[in-house]
């Protein structure tokens, strides 16, 4: 047990040795810490990333996860997404804020994906407004932008390490988006499906690693929904231009619990053991739980 002076808000591993071990975590007072939990009296890495709470943070390039560089993204309400190597002292790699005149908005996820050789990377990062934004940190430019229109509380892509295949993003409103991200159009972007999962908020998503179209949403009213994504027939068609499009698939819900009468806020898989996965909730309560039958769906 380990107390710091500033709050806590979001914490990975994911651009750690499984050796090392390094936790990465972002405060309320906008500091991005690296801690080695074997002596975690003094950070060994700390930077004042953001002026305001670091909402979220992740991490690629280490566990054996994704090709490149080990870096970590944190999204703040400060309105800006800010990627780190922590081999580099005091300054991002990466900087992506409002353009001048730009209202600020509050980024509350971010994610990696594409991270399959040592050149490609991209961030995601989802805002209070429902903006969604994909940032291409080989090319340092956005490459794609929508809005689903009500606060993002959580995106994934369903595996960070391979070209980027499929992105869900869950909001404010009990609402998550599944955009297929293989075929990129001109003008209409990625296509998609949404799924009203429920009234409450969908805190969070995470995909399975062990099969990358089962995903589990966590809710406000202390459920945890089981979901899986059926591709379509063909996945792109040519429009009336010749210009290829996406299309997008279906979801099915497999199952759903409900463990608390508080949000269930934070949600993991086990990287090792098929089914296994452990929540954190707003009742204090953190519950480890096995998912059986996965190898039926």
């Given amino acids: 047990k380990i107390e710091k002076p500033k709050p806590l808000k979001c914490g990975t591993f994911g651009a750690t040795s499984l050796q090392q071990r390094y936790l990465a975590t972002g405060d309320f007072g906008g500091n991005l810490n690296i801690w080695n939990l074997e002596a975690p009296e003094i950070p ?19 566990l054996g996860i994704g090709e490149g560089a080990p870096e970590i993204v944190t999204g703040s309400r400060d309105g800006t997404v800010k990627v780190w ?14 353009a001048e ?26 805002y209070d407004n429902g903006d969604i934004k994909l940032f291409d940190l080989k090319t340092m430019s956005l490459r794609w932008e929508t809005s689903i ?24 409103e009990g609402k998550f988006h599944v955009f297929d991200m293989r ?33 589990m949403t966590s809710g406000g009213a202390g459920s945890l929904h089981l979901w899986k994504y059926e591709y ?12 290829e499009m996406g299309v997008a698939g279906s979801v099915s819900l497999l199952q759903n619990v409900t463990l608390s009468t508080q949000p269930i ?13 452990v929540c954190g909730a707003f009742d204090q309560t953190v519950r480890v739980l096995i998912v059986t039958k996965l190898n039926k769906v």
């Fill in 183 to 215: 075929t990129q159009h001109p003008t209409k972007g990625f296509a998609s499906v949404s799924e009203k999962a429920q009234k409450s908020t969908i805190w969070q998503v995470r995909h399975m690693p062990q099969n990358r179209d089962i995903f």
């Fill in 149 to 172: 229109k009500n606060g993002v509380c959580s995106v994934e892509f369903d595996r960070k390490d391979v070209n980027m295949n499929k992105l869900v993003a869950t909001s404010l």
């Fill in 44 to 62: 060994v890495y700390s930077v004042k990333g953001h002026k305001e709470i670091i909402n979220s943070i992740d991490g690629v390039g280490g």
């Fill in 85 to 98: 190597d922590p081999r580099q002292k005091d300054t991002p790699v990466a900087n992506m804020e409002p």
């Fill in 232 to 243: 379509p027939a063909q996945r792109s068609r040519k429009d009336s231009e010749g210009a």
């Fill in 265 to 277: 806020s934070s949600l993991d898989w086990s990287p090792d053991k098929k089914g296994l996965c």
């Fill in 101 to 126: 005149g730009e209202s600020k908005r509050d980024c509350w996820t971010v994610a990696f994906g594409n991270a399959y050789n040592q050149e490609e990377r991209v961030v995601c990062a989802g």
